[in-house]
């Protein structure tokens, strides 16, 4: 089912001059222009600014694409990527905590582990092959820190939320763990109205639902999720309940010395805490479906989900998942009474007091492309291309 909210915004589709269509992509036959006749190849914009990187717009199977990352930490948690070939689309967001290691992992083989189960199955998506995809990388990391364990106790305490989204023919599977976010900009009926639909599963303690499934999973631990400082957290350490990696919190062999005190609990425990399972979605695409907007948290702690919607709809695609994370940007400046130009001079480190990584990935929807059920153009690989 799909999951959040609708709010219809009154703003005209066709205000910034794409044409009217029985859909939304307003490309006609010509995915490479808009609705203004203009053409967008030179518009392919790669590059960096301070702690930004971006790509404004770039091709893929089904569309066109933009994507932007921005640095807090001192060392970037966030990875994404954006896939296409014969199999379909397939975009990935990461979102790390406790260092990069396990972001970087997920980067690394999620999406090889994917292909790899593909042509065991003969090029069949489903939701099966996709969490065969994630339990395998799961596995992979895991004997990852047990090779590193005496050498490097601290990849046990790392993890990664993790966010993903494949397009097989007409069909769209969303995938995750953790709280990373998919909205999908939906136009509504014949109106000019555009609908902001949260397509993703959340997992963490804030929500009361997550809370609920914890306690049903651990009847008998009072302890499993904690109320502290107004935040609740899985046994007091953290917030999402299933990751990549936190094996820290799945394996008992891996909650004690020499990992450090902080992370190691007072009792053992005999079945892991947190899940490397994610909740996975199928949504047959409809002409009406306009665009995706995949992000980590640190966009959707600044935007909500009509806000963001109503920022891509309202321009044009050329640099959308910059705009994006300038508009979170202005915000987090907002609610800290500075101004934006101000964070911008700030460096990373220092920077994550005041907003996360943020990763955002945009994809519009060329409803001709996707209609005809096979991939256009030469396969495309593309990775934010900040540390990593």
Not at 137 to 156: C, D, H, K, N, Y
């Amino acid at each position: 089912m799909l999951v959040g909210l609708m709010s219809l915004f009154s703003s005209c589709w066709n205000s910034q001059g794409r044409d009217a269509d029985p859909g939304c992509d307003g490309r006609g036959s010509d995915h490479s222009s808009y609705g203004n006749g203009r053409r967008l190849t030179s518009f392919y914009k790669e590059g960096k600014d301070g702690l930004l990187w971006y790509k404004d717009l770039g091709k893929y199977g089904s569309g066109d694409f933009s994507m932007a990352v921005v640095q807090a930490n001192q060392v970037l948690e966030d990875q994404c990527q954006v896939e296409s070939g014969d199999f379909g689309t397939f975009v990935g967001v990461y979102d790390g905590h406790g260092g990069p290691d396990a972001a970087r992992y997920v980067c690394d083989h999620l999406f090889r582990n994917f292909r790899a189960i593909l042509a065991e199955m003969e090029g069949t998506v489903n939701s099966e092959t996709i969490r065969r995809a994630f339990l395998e990388t799961e596995e992979g990391f895991t004997s990852l820190v047990s090779q590193s364990w005496m050498s490097r106790p601290a990849i046990a305490s790392t993890g990664s939320c993790c966010l993903v989204g494949v397009i097989h023919q007409k069909t769209l599977y969303i995938a995750s763990l953790g709280d990373s976010r998919v909205v999908l900009g939906k136009k509504v009926g014949n109106t000019d109205g555009i609908a902001a639909i949260q397509l993703s599963a959340e997992h963490n303690a804030n929500l009361e639902s997550v809370r609920h499934e914890l306690k049903e999973l651990h009847p008998d631990d009072p302890q499993i999720v904690v109320l502290r400082h107004g935040v609740w957290r899985i046994k007091g350490l953290i917030q999402v309940s299933r990751s990549i990696g936190d094996v820290y919190l799945k394996r008992p062999e891996f909650n004690k010395e020499p990992l450090n005190p902080k992370f190691r609990l007072p009792e053992p425990f005999d079945a892991p805490i947190l899940s490397a399972n994610p909740a996975i979605i199928s949504h047959p695409l409809h002409v009406n479906d306009c665009f995706l907007i995949f992000a980590s948290d640190g966009l959707w702690e600044h935007l909500t989900n009509e806000q963001a919607v109503e920022i891509v709809q309202s321009h044009s695609p050329v640099g959308s998942a910059k705009r994006l994370v300038k508009a979170a940007l202005q915000e987090a400046a907002r609610k800290r009474e500075m101004r934006y130009s101000d964070l911008r001079k700030i460096d990373k480190k220092v920077r994550r007091h005041f907003h996360d990584d943020i990763t955002v990935i945009v994809l519009f929807l060329n409803h001709d492309l996707v209609a005809s059920g096979s991939v256009q153009g030469p396969p495309v690989s593309v990775r934010s291309a900040l540390e990593h």
